[in-house]
């Protein structure tokens, strides 16, 4: 089974400053295809959750350019560039190669 | 855009079999563009993948869970199931539906959740 492994699992921000979560993996999520289908949700209070980037540095429609998403293998960031009031919540990591394993989550909170 | 929506007892006795459907709507759950999944989330705790099916009847099963866990789907009527037997108090959980992309031909290759029900909570209680 493949564990996703997030750091921090909590994450005091300033407003306007940057944040960001690291993910990283048991082992490799590059799929026989080439691709590394590696996902960022987030998480507001009572809601769903909700899709930000796709294969690690795509970002689904209507999501902000100030969430942005890198890495390779089995090490991958989400960074949110200047956090804003509504970006509280709780980020969950998601691999989709080896069929599906979301991160523990991690709680973005406003200082 | 694609809307699902879960429904089914919010209560359910220790050793009994949990039951949840998902509706589909926007879109037919025939698609082979997509999987159907259901992932749950315990009060206070993280998402847990459980299972998902594609519209042919294939299922993939969480290896934890595998034993209990049964999801079907009934095109008929744009709906796909999940049943779990056994139930204990760890059960208790928000039961989320959600569609995963496969692929589509601007995009052949995707494999995300893209849309989500709103869940369901589930309590395991005598």
């Known amino acids: 089974d493949i564990v996703m492994t997030q750091t921090p699992l909590s994450s005091p921000v300033t407003l306007g400053q940057p944040a960001s979560i690291s993910c990283r993996s048991s082992q490799s999520l590059v799929h026989s295809d080439g691709n590394t289908y590696l996902s960022w949700l987030q998480q507001r209070p009572g809601q769903p959750p909700r899709l930000l980037i796709y294969?690690?540095?795509n970002r689904f429609s209507g999501v902000p350019d100030r969430f942005s998403g890198s890495g390779a293998g089995t090490d991958f960031t989400l960074k949110i560039s200047r956090v804003e009031a509504e970006d509280v919540g709780v980020y969950y990591c998601?691999?989709?190669?080896?069929?599906?394993?979301f991160g523990q989550g991690t709680k973005v909170e406003i200082k | 855009q694609l809307q699902l929506q879960e429904s089914g007892p919010g209560l359910v006795k220790p050793s009994e079999t949990l039951s949840l459907t998902c509706t589909v709507s926007?879109?037919?759950?025939?698609?082979?563009?997509?999987?159907w999944g259901w992932i749950r989330q315990p009060p206070g705790k993280g998402l847990e993948w459980i299972g998902s099916?594609?519209?042919?009847?294939?299922?993939y099963y969480n290896p934890s869970l595998k034993s209990r866990v049964t999801i079907s789907v009934d095109t008929s009527k744009n709906q796909f199931s999940l049943k779990l037997s056994s139930v204990t108090a760890a059960d208790t959980a928000v039961y989320y539906c959600a569609s995963f992309l496969k692929g589509v031909p601007w995009l052949v290759y995707a494999r995300y959740f893209d849309y989500w029900g709103q869940g369901t909570l589930v309590t395991v209680s005598s």
């Open positions: 998601m691999q989709a190669t080896h069929l599906w394993t």
């Open positions: 099916i594609y519209y042919s009847g294939s299922t």
């Open positions: 294969k690690i540095s």
């Open positions: 926007g879109g037919s759950i025939s698609s082979s563009s997509y999987y």
